[in-house]
């Protein structure tokens, strides 16, 4: 691909979300008035000193990161590189990969029955497929800049956004074979409901989402508020929470009938999780620095303080703890999701992406810019 046509295509989309970001951060939300939810907030400190367990230094700027935990293993993704990190001993191994024009958009998905890795590269327009038992790598041609990724394990198949294609790619893990499906306009983020196999695609640029019907490949489209850029779903609940990133709102959808209603968030919402266990949803606020926390069973809301600049997030549903990565004031908030009470841990510099292995409570979170990962143990909860 030319590169300049693919800066050009790129650029358009962060223009899209970061002009939002920025104009959104001059002026109050507006309101929507389909909003079910009524807020309450909280900031609750805890202002006891914690501090991560390690720092992993890659020595490269980095994209995303996803932990093992059946093999106790994490997969760091950074510009035209992956690396292996040991649970255990933090020792990594690089996985090289060769592809030219690779740019810092890259997502990671694990399928954890056949341990499988699989990493989107827009530059490249092609999918990584990575073996977890032997670490060899396969390279699938995909076009259309993939970016979000998503895997259903039951069926072992894999759901690539493609941002410029318009579409949605449908891999066959056992075969690495390819269908292509219509999207919306510039698909980003997918989701998976593993019970009912429906598969969920944000369009940031129509405002809907597509769902996919996991047995027959057949779509249908839900509407959305404006830009839905990331989205989560709650298998218990058969919901469906999207993020509308340019009117400060989260979309919910049931899953039985695609029926939707809205809560409130704050400024810019740009990430979300779910703990199933407690049927609350935590949103990441990137301009607005806090989180908002949604009752699934209400719609009701909460507002939960945090650094500058949120933009990832995770949670343990084990020990009901949820970390945030802080992107502009280089920190991760913990959140003690029975009570809201949260402290504080430092890490490296520029946080983009966080992810937690639920069995051993590590918390792993990805620093762009000075190429490390922190590990924090996850073994307490803010205020006690």
Same mark, same amino acid.
């Given at each position: 691909?030319?590169?300049?046509?693919?800066?050009?295509?790129?650029?358009?989309?962060?223009?899209?979300?970061?002009?939002?970001?920025?104009?959104?951060?001059?002026?109050?939300?507006?309101?929507?008035?389909?909003?079910?939810?009524?807020?309450?907030?909280?900031?609750?400190?805890?202002?006891?000193?914690?501090?991560?367990?390690?720092?992993?230094?890659?020595?490269?700027?980095?994209?995303?990161?996803?932990?093992?935990?059946?093999?106790?293993?994490?997969?760091?993704?950074?510009?035209?590189?992956?690396?292996?990190?040991?649970?255990?001993?933090?020792?990594?191994?690089?996985?090289?990969?060769?592809?030219?024009?690779?740019?810092?958009?890259?997502?990671?998905?694990?399928?954890?029955?056949?341990?499988?890795?699989?990493?989107?590269?827009?530059?490249?327009?092609? @999918?990584?497929?990575?073996?977890?038992?032997?670490?060899?790598?396969?390279?699938?041609?995909?076009?259309?800049?993939?970016?979000?990724?998503?895997?259903?394990?039951?069926?072992?198949?894999?759901?690539?956004?493609?941002?410029?294609?318009?579409?949605?790619?449908?891999?066959?893990?056992?075969?690495?074979?390819?269908?292509?499906?219509?999207?919306?306009?510039?698909?980003?983020?997918?989701?998976?409901?593993?019970?009912?196999?429906?598969?969920?695609?944000?369009?940031?640029?129509?405002?809907?989402?597509?769902?996919?019907?996991?047995?027959?490949?057949?779509?249908?489209?839900?509407?959305?508020?404006?830009?839905?850029?990331?989205?989560?779903?709650?298998?218990?609940?058969?919901?469906?929470?999207?993020?509308?990133?340019?009117?400060?709102?989260?979309?919910?959808?049931?899953?039985?009938?695609?029926?939707?209603?809205?809560?409130?968030?704050?400024?810019?919402?740009?990430?979300?999780?779910?703990?199933?266990?407690?049927?609350?949803?935590?949103? @990441?606020?990137?301009?607005?620095?806090?989180?908002?926390?949604?009752?699934?069973?209400?719609?009701?809301?909460?507002?939960?303080?945090?650094?500058?600049?949120?933009?990832?997030?995770?949670?343990?549903?084990?020990?009901?703890?949820?970390?945030?990565?802080?992107?502009?004031?280089?920190?991760?908030?913990?959140?003690?999701?029975?009570?809201?009470?949260?402290?504080?841990?430092?890490?490296?510099?520029?946080?983009?992406?966080?992810?937690?292995?639920?069995?051993?409570?590590? @918390?792993?979170?990805?620093?762009?810019?000075?190429?490390?990962?922190?590990?924090?143990?996850?073994?307490?909860?803010?205020?006690?």
């Amino acid at each position: 691909m030319n590169p300049c046509l693919h800066c050009s295509r790129r650029l358009a989309f962060v223009f899209v979300l970061l002009c939002g970001a920025i104009w959104l951060s001059l002026g109050a939300l507006p309101a929507r008035a389909q909003t079910t939810s009524a807020s309450a907030s909280s900031t609750k400190t805890d202002t006891a000193p914690a501090s991560p367990i390690a720092a992993i230094n890659l020595k490269m700027p980095l994209a995303d990161v996803v932990a093992n935990v059946a093999a106790n293993k994490v997969y760091v993704v950074g510009y035209q590189h992956v690396d292996v990190v040991d649970g255990t001993t933090n020792a990594s191994i690089p996985i090289m990969v060769k592809s030219k024009w690779t740019d810092f958009n890259t997502k990671t998905a694990l399928n954890s029955v056949t341990n499988k890795i699989y990493v989107t590269n827009e530059g490249s327009n092609s @999918v990584l497929v990575i073996d977890g038992a032997t670490n060899a790598a396969t390279i699938i041609k995909n076009e259309g800049e993939p970016y979000g990724v998503a895997i259903n394990a039951k069926t072992n198949r894999i759901y690539v956004a493609n941002v410029t294609g318009n579409n949605v790619s449908v891999m066959d893990g056992a075969t690495n074979a390819v269908t292509t499906l219509a999207a919306g306009r510039m698909p980003n983020a997918v989701s998976v409901n593993t019970v009912t196999n429906k598969i969920y695609v944000t369009n940031t640029a129509s405002n809907n989402v597509t769902v996919i019907d996991g047995a027959t490949n057949a779509t249908s489209t839900v509407a959305t508020g404006k830009t839905p850029t990331a989205l989560a779903v709650n298998s218990v609940t058969n919901k469906i929470y999207v993020c509308n990133s340019l009117d400060g709102s989260v979309t919910v959808i049931n899953g039985a009938d695609n029926t939707t209603s809205t809560a409130a968030t704050g400024g810019y919402p740009l990430a979300v999780a779910v703990n199933e266990a407690t049927n609350k949803i935590y949103v @990441v606020n990137y301009n607005s620095n806090n989180v908002t926390v949604i009752d699934g069973a209400s719609n009701h809301t909460a507002t939960v303080e945090a650094g500058s600049g949120p933009m990832a997030i995770a949670v343990n549903s084990a020990s009901n703890n949820i970390y945030v990565a802080n992107n502009l004031s280089n920190n991760t908030t913990v959140i003690n999701g029975a009570t809201n009470a949260t402290s504080t841990i430092a890490v490296g510099t520029d946080p983009v992406a966080i992810s937690l292995n639920q069995v051993s409570g590590k @918390v792993y979170v990805a620093n762009a810019h000075d190429g490390t990962v922190t590990v924090i143990s996850g073994a307490a909860s803010p205020g006690k």
